[in-house]
């Protein structure tokens, strides 16, 4: 799986890792973590696979029973652990399913 080699990546050199899981619905796009906290640091497989099977079945609990066009993002932002550099070497991935 890509998020444990990125994990273990980002620990061997440094970095913290978060994620941040996104649903668009027709046209509004829903973040689908709290709107407070749009990044969720993860230190683990286990809290990356906790984090996004909550998730995403909450997200598909809210989804009405009529035929959408939905598609769901996941950010993986890798940043240095040092908050000087953040800002200049942050690495994003995105993952869709169209």
Do not use: C, W
């Not at 950010?75 to 908050?83: A, F, L, Q, S």
Request: glycine share 2%; hydrophobic share 40%.
């Amino acid at each position: 799986m890509a998020i444990s080699e990125i994990l273990s990546k980002a620990m061997e050199f440094g970095k913290s890792v978060s994620v941040s899981l996104y649903e668009v619905i027709q046209d509004p796009a829903y973040d689908l973590l709290d709107p407070k906290h749009l990044e969720v640091a993860v230190k683990s497989i286990q809290e990356f696979h906790n984090l996004v099977v909550v998730v995403f079945k909450k997200s598909a609990q809210k989804i009405p029973t009529e035929q959408t066009r939905n598609h769901k993002g996941l950010m993986i932002p890798v940043t240095p652990e040092d908050d000087n550099l953040k800002t200049m070497l942050t690495s994003k991935m995105y993952f869709v399913d169209f």
